[in-house]
């Protein structure tokens, strides 16, 4: 499940790509839905039925999930579901660098080992989790895993993955912080700092395992530059094979509004700008809005027209959410933010 799950619904997490907390072993929405309903802009419904494959032509069910209600509502959808695991086991790892952790990350998930949860803390967002714990001291980057099902396929996995991880340096440490995630894996920061004049917000983007060590660095890089007294902060948290999401949370400390939000415009260019340039999406589970609007076109290429082309056809009115997902706005539209 998203963080989200108290404040937002079944039908934005299609509408969106969202992604829960178990997707390096469940996969995001898309991985999900295998049926769903929608009323089209002219009224019509489209459905697509709830089959396990099919060869007919692109994915229509696809052009929905992630339309943001650009392409019409969705109205029903069929999600496919898993028996709830007999066990859980959650390990927590002290890896003596980043590089340790994610070469893990990435050895595991290409090893076909699917832990449940699979998360990887840089070192500011690792000291917050960690205080007092010796291990760390030595072996300052915090990872977590879970592994669950049934007990032998548990054990296997478990196995296999933390031989990996020993292989890299990494060590078994008290289980606290899986406990203190656990706990809390629903609960939103951002609020606790913005009632106490922080300027906090979170920016999730896709790279490659090759690309994620630079990208990193240099978003790291950028940020400090802009403002040096910034918290930056990244974890990766939705791991596969080729790459991950690399989840960061950018402060601001109390200031005037007026002086924040350029710099906040310039956080954003730089980390979006950095995303591009290392070959890496813009957005791996939060969509695109309106706000992400500007790089779209980067990212996309000729798809962009492909997607505008669709949605003029579709709904030639420009009747649903005009101006989203870096589609043509509405004539009236006005981009406050060069206001
Ligand atoms: C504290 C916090 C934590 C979050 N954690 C996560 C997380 O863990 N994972 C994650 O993926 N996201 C997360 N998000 C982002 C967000 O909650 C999700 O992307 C969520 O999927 C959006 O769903 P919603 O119902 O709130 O959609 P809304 O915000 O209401 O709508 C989003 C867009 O989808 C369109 N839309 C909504 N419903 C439909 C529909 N039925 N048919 C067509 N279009 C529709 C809307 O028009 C709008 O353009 C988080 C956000 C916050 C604030």
Known sequence: MPQSIEISTVGGWAACRGGGQASSRYGKIEDLVVGLKAVLP????????????????????DLMVGSEGTL????????????????????????PSLDAAWASARRIMQAELRPTIARIYDAVESAERTEGLDVFRAAPILAILVFSGSEPMVSAEQDMALAICAEEGGKIAPDGPFHHWKANRYVAYSQKWQAAGYFNDTI???????????MYAAMGAAAREIFPGIHFGAHWSHIYPEGACQYMTLRLPPMEQAEALPLHARLWEAVEGLTLDHGGSIAHHHGVGVFRNPWLARELGAGLDVLQAIKDTLDPGNLMNPGKLGLRPAASAVDVRHD
């Open 42 to 61: 002219d009224g019509r419904m489209l459905e697509i039925a709830p089959l396990p494959r099919r060869s007919v032509g692109p994915s229509l069910r």
């Open 204 to 214: 999730e983007v896709t790279g490659n395992w090759s690309a994620i060590p630079a």
């Open 72 to 95: 019409g509502i969705i109205t029903e959808l069929t999600l496919r579901i898993w028996k709830k695991p007999e066990i859980e086991r959650g390990v927590v790892l002290a890896f």
